[in-house]
Structures are given as C-alpha cells and as structure tokens.
C-alpha cells in the first residue's frame, strides 16, 4: 500500500453503473463443521446453515452461509470470517476455525480492519483504528457464469506489517475494491486482513504460543486465509489449482516469506510481489526489539510479563508504534522472523539454496518509491551525502558519484535536485536493487524450473501532482485493481492511464490464470536470466536488460547478507 495513506487525496499530495450481466445464483450446499461435501443439490443443508433457503449470491462455506451483493458486475462477499476472532486467550496464539454461524451472514459491507497506528502523510500526528476482531477476507466473483472455475486472486495489503486495511480508503477510492478487477479480468479476487504490529508480530519468549512458537501470528493469519481460500473458494466459482497470491510493500515482503514457508507449501500456484524485499529478520534481533517495545509498554519489570502485556487493551499495544516509512527510510520494527518453524531458515538464503516453495512469481518495483514519504521543498545536499555516511570506501565513492547532485547545488537550502538525488538513493537501495536479488537468487536456484518475471513500472499521472510524486510507491496498485477511475485522480487522466489500467489488467489476469504473463498480443514480458531482462510498464510497455546495473552491483556490497 501507499504507506500512511488511508486518507490521501490530491489535496493531501499537493491537491460504473451497476452492470446486470445475466447474474447466476451463486447457491452451494456443501460440507458442515467437520462434515463431507458434496456438490450442488446432492446433499442435504450442512448444520452450519440449517435452515438455509437458496437465493442469488448465497454461499454455504463450512461455518455457515453468505450472502453477497453485486457491485460493479461482480459479486461482493465483504467481512467473510476466515478465523475465529485473536481475543482473549487466542492473543498472540495461532489462528483457530470461527465458531459456525446459524443465520445467513449479510456479507453486504467491509468489516474494521485490524487494530493498528494510523499515522498522518505529512506529520507525526496518528488515530487507533481498526479492532483486534479483525479476521475477515472479502471475494469478489464475477456475476456472469461462462461455465468454467476462474483463476483466483488473493491479495495481501502493505503498511510494514504495521498498518493498512483491506478496506483502505485511499484518494478516495477503496483502493483494493476488488469488483472490477474480477469482473474485466474474469477472476475471483480475495484480500484479507491479518494481524499487525505488536498484535502480529511481538516475538518474545514470554508470549510463547500453544505451539511452542511466539512471534509470526500475522503470517500465520494469511496461511489460514490461504487454507480457508483452498477449501472453500471453488464454491465461489474459483479454481483452487490457479491461486496467484500476490502483496504490495509489506504485503510483498509476506508473499516472500510464504514463497520459503513449508506451511504454505501447496496453497498457491503462482506469487507476485510488488514493491517489497524478501528480508526477514533473526529471531533473537526480533526478541531485543520486541524486550525494547514491552519496556515502553512498562511491562519489562512485571512478575508476568505475558499477564501484563494481555491486561492492557490494542489501543494501548499499539500506542508505542513508530512510522513505518519516514522521510524515506523504511523500518522494520514488527515484521517476520526466521523461527525455525514458518521461517526455518533466512528468505534469502532459502532462495539462493532452492529451498522455498517453487511457483512462477513476478517481482518489481516503481521507479519513484520514496517520492510520495519525501515532500518537495524539505531536501538539501547535506541530507543526500548523510545517507553514505556509514557506507566504507571505495564504495562510498563509487555511489556518491552516481548519485551525488552536486558541488553546484546547496548543501543548506532545499533544493529539487536534491530531492530527486534522494529519492534515487532510497527506491534503488530499498527497493529496485532488492527486487533484483531476488529474481536473481530464484531464477539460479537449485531446482528451480518455474520462471521468474521482473517489472519496474515508471508510468506517472499527468501534471503537477505527476511531475512532484512520480511513479510513488503503492501507485501500480490503483492500475493492478482498476481503481483509478475511482479516485480523486479522475479528472487528470488521459489516455495513457487508460493504456496502462489495460496492460496491467492483461499481464495480472494472464499470469494469475497460467503462470505466463504473455499472450500473442502484448509486448512480451522475457522470463528472467543472468541478464537481467525486466519489462517496463508504462503506456507503452519496453522490454529491456540490465537496470541500473552499476548502482545496483555496488547496493549488494552494502546491503546484502
């Protein structure tokens, strides 16, 4: 997602009817609680859902019936419960099924995402949203029926494992409204919510779980969602043998670690990951972090640590939180950790071994990531040469004099040049250059005869608002759903825009139904190699080898393990 963007608008950042397309009651009477299953009409009404009187846009999944809604020529499933609710003694343990429902669920409207910090855009000013009852998944399927199961895609939204919501609202618009993108790209879409921050991720050995494992709750909510998406999404019209599970930012950075989970072995086909490294840190450095964070929680010095940290409520959890994002810089305060059990062993280690999960996936990044974190008029020549500071020669040298703005510029007074120089320096260190690494570990790995795909999308609105953010992180996503159209960004787009929501459409829908993006028509997308072959996508898409290729040799010296 667009990190801290709930509520961007073209204020902030500087400033289809109902179709009725012969729609087909989606009625499936199948297994109960614990029961077996059958298919339509041949077996009686599941105890789940006793009772049940068949309608159009009713499901029957195994905890009990849900009713949709159409909009935009799908139908909409929102707030489905995936898991039972993490409260109380389920805190910081592994998800369980939810309880059965007995009456229809009206599956009519989005339910709170998970508890988090929401921070302000521009300011260190933050709300607590969402709620700690939080795991729910949405479906989309298109409401015309062609006969056949559809590919499916489930996505997993981004905020650094702290933030976001699969209800985001951003720049007016839902932003991951999946009704379009379902019903143009013939697709069932899934998104989910998972736990978040301390709630998703606190590793300590205090909280050790029923399992004997503590830390990873949030991974594990997207394994559940995933098993929940294998089992019942064919009854939604979806194909659980097609499954694309695919995440921005944050979201990116979990689709790795499903990628080289053996718990997720078999739950997906296919992965794309969108704007997000594939690093997971050791569990001992998330163990100090998470000692760090319970001490500002006061609860370092408790005779029980675990009882003091379950007295306090999510708004206060959550409360010590810092920005995900700032000025550019990414942290990871919450995130995964390598376990032993999720994560056995480093992501990037598992890939480069062939040790992860072998499915075509597709990996890229935008190329003005950071621009949307570092406002214009706020960047001087002292703050580019900061960041190198701590890099050792000869390589400081050899990156300052790729990125480096200048003698001619101030080193005092913001300048646009120093802007654009730091924008450059923190999207290629944080994230073109780690989206190389990864194509290029995978595609090499022992074992490995899936391909891999890499993209760098550079396409920009038009005008002022294009000219300052550029092709910032999270923007792909408005193309990737068929959003824009959507958003406060409505009246600046041109044809290009329009171009360029077609070829995403395509290329998505494409490889989430095959595992190739490519068909007879499109600018072919290469299959990644030694040399590094990636396809920009933009109004009109090019297929190139080799980006930023001297820049991104010298980030491996400093940045990879």
Request: hydrophobic letters at 40%.
């Amino acid at each position: 997602m667009p990190f801290n963007a709930r509520r961007l608008n073209i204020q902030h950042v500087v400033h289809y009817a109902l179709l009725t397309l012969g729609l087909f009651p989606l009625i499936v009477l199948l297994s109960a609680c614990g029961g077996g299953g059958s298919s339509a009409g041949a077996a009686a009404p599941p105890v789940c859902a006793a009772g049940t009187t068949p309608a159009p846009g009713l499901v029957v999944t195994d905890f009990g019936a849900v009713q949709g809604s159409v909009v935009n020529g799908s139908y909409a499933f929102l707030g489905v419960p995936y898991a039972a609710p993490p409260l109380g003694a389920l805190r910081w343990q592994p998800p369980q099924d939810p309880v059965c429902w007995e009456t229809t669920r009206q599956a009519t409207t989005f339910t709170a995402g998970c508890i988090q910090k929401h921070f302000d855009q521009f300011s260190d000013a933050y709300t607590i949203e969402g709620s700690e009852d939080c795991l729910h998944l949405n479906v989309w399927t298109p409401a015309h029926y062609n006969g056949a199961s559809r590919p499916v895609m489930v996505f997993i939204h981004g905020g650094g494992n702290q933030q976001g919501a699969a209800s985001q609202e951003t720049a007016g618009a839902i932003l991951y409204d999946g009704a379009k993108l379902a019903e143009r790209g013939d697709v069932v879409v899934v998104t989910i919510d998972y736990r978040l921050g301390p709630l998703g991720y606190l590793a300590h050995p205090a909280l050790v779980d029923s399992g004997g494992h503590y830390g990873n709750w949030g991974l594990l909510d997207q394994i559940k969602a995933l098993q929940w998406v294998n089992k019942h999404i064919a009854r939604f019209g979806g194909d659980p043998a097609r499954v694309l599970v695919f995440g921005e930012s944050g979201g990116a950075v979990d689709t790795c670690m499903l990628l080289v989970s053996p718990l997720a072995d078999g739950l997906f086909s296919r992965a794309a990951m969108e704007s997000g490294a594939c690093v997971a840190k050791t569990l001992s450095t998330r163990e100090v972090d998470s000692a760090g964070y319970i001490a500002d929680l006061g609860c370092d010095t408790a005779p029980d640590t675990k009882a003091c940290l379950q007295a306090l409520d999510g708004a206060a959890l959550v409360t010590p939180e810092q920005k995900p994002i700032n000025a550019g810089l990414v942290t990871q305060t919450f995130g995964p950790a390598v376990d032993g059990w999720v994560l056995p062993i480093d992501p990037l280690t598992a890939l480069q071994e062939g040790n992860f999960n072998h499915v075509p996936f597709v990996i890229g990044s935008n190329s003005d990531e950071t621009a949307i974190s570092v406002p214009p008029n706020t960047v001087n020549r002292t703050m580019v040469l900061a960041l190198f500071a701590v890099v050792p020669e000869p390589t400081r040298s050899e990156l300052l004099a790729i990125y480096d703005p200048g003698a001619g510029v101030s080193l005092t007074i913001p300048s646009p040049e120093a802007r654009a120089s730091f924008i450059r320096v923190t999207t290629d260190a944080q994230f073109t250059c780690q989206a190389r690494r990864v194509a290029m570990r995978a595609a090499q790995a022992a074992g490995q005869t899936q391909p891999v795909y890499r993209y760098h999308f550079t396409h920009r609105l038009s005008g002022t608002l294009g000219d300052n953010y550029g092709a910032y992180h999270g923007f792909e996503l408005f193309y990737v759903f068929q959003t824009i159209e959507d958003s406060s960004f409505a009246p600046l787009l041109t044809a290009n825009d329009t171009a360029v929501e077609a070829h995403m459409l395509g290329y998505w829908t494409r490889f989430a139904a095959s595992g190739d993006p490519n068909d007879t028509t499109a600018v072919a997308w290469p299959a990644y190699n030694n040399t590094d072959p990636y396809l920009t996508l933009a109004a009109t898409p090019v297929a190139s080898a080799g980006l930023l290729t001297q820049a991104c040799d010298l980030w491996d010296v400093v940045t990879a393990p």
